[in-house]
């Protein structure tokens, strides 16, 4: 069974930009969650998609956004990129079925300059 | 916000030894999971505990599910060089929001 797929893997923007990452779960998972990683703050939540519905919402600026579609896949948007926005955002998926154990993918590494 | 506090930090062993490294929360969960972390990639799912006392091995990772469920605590025997990378508890505290620990990086050396 393929993994969890994120495209792109690394992105260079610049501050006031907005930017636009993929997910694709694990095929039958319905679920997926969205979290920023930093150095300085570590793995933060920033919300969870199922069935096209944000169910949860961590504490993040409306400029972070994101939807599910039809198929599960997920993408996230961030608009008017900030400095402190360069962070590696990580896409999991669960099934949910029986237990929400979480499959992450390989990240996309942003760097806004 | 919700806090899980891992210790150590970080740890550097000889090549052979074994390792303990904890999480500790101060909410309740009814879930731990342990994740491990390289370089420039995303976490991969080691061990996963769904009950309080629960002991769970996967190959030479032990597990465990503290009694009180605010604490879980994971092993590794006979080190080996791949086993470097950062180590993560996570739990979720409201529904499939999961609450990841601050890390304990372990370095191997040979």
């Known amino acids: 069974k393929a993994g969890v797929t994120q495209t792109p893997r690394y992105l260079i923007k610049t501050r006031g930009q907005q930017v636009t990452l993929s997910c694709s779960p694990i095929?039958?998972?319905?679920?997926v969650s969205w979290y920023q990683q930093t150095p300085g703050q570590g793995l933060q939540f920033l919300f969870e998609?199922?069935?096209?519905?944000?169910?949860n919402k961590g504490n993040f600026p409306g400029r972070f956004s994101g939807r599910q579609f039809s198929n599960s896949r997920s993408e996230m948007n961030v608009s008017t990129l900030e400095l402190g926005d360069s962070a590696l955002y990580l896409c999991a998926s669960s099934s949910l079925t029986w237990n929400n154990e979480q499959f992450f993918g390989p990240g996309t590494r942003l760097t806004v300059l | 916000g919700q806090q899980l506090n891992q210790s150590p930090q970080s740890m550097f062993i000889q090549e052979g030894e074994d390792v303990s490294m904890n999480c500790t929360s101060s909410?309740?969960?009814?879930?731990w999971l342990w994740y491990k972390q390289d370089p420039g990639e995303g976490p991969v799912l080691l061990i996963a505990?769904?009950?309080?006392?629960e002991l769970t091995s996967n190959g030479r990772l032990t597990a465990q599910f503290g009694i009180t469920r605010k604490d879980s605590f994971l092993n590794i025997s006979a080190s080996i060089p791949s086993d470097v990378g950062i180590y993560f508890c996570a739990g979720p505290l409201t529904g499939n929001q999961f609450y990841f620990g601050t890390g304990t990086s372990l370095t191997v050396i040979p």
């Open positions: 095929s039958g998972h319905r679920s």
């Open positions: 505990l769904y009950k309080a006392g």
């Open positions: 998609y199922f069935s096209e519905t944000q169910r």
């Open positions: 909410s309740i969960f009814n879930t």
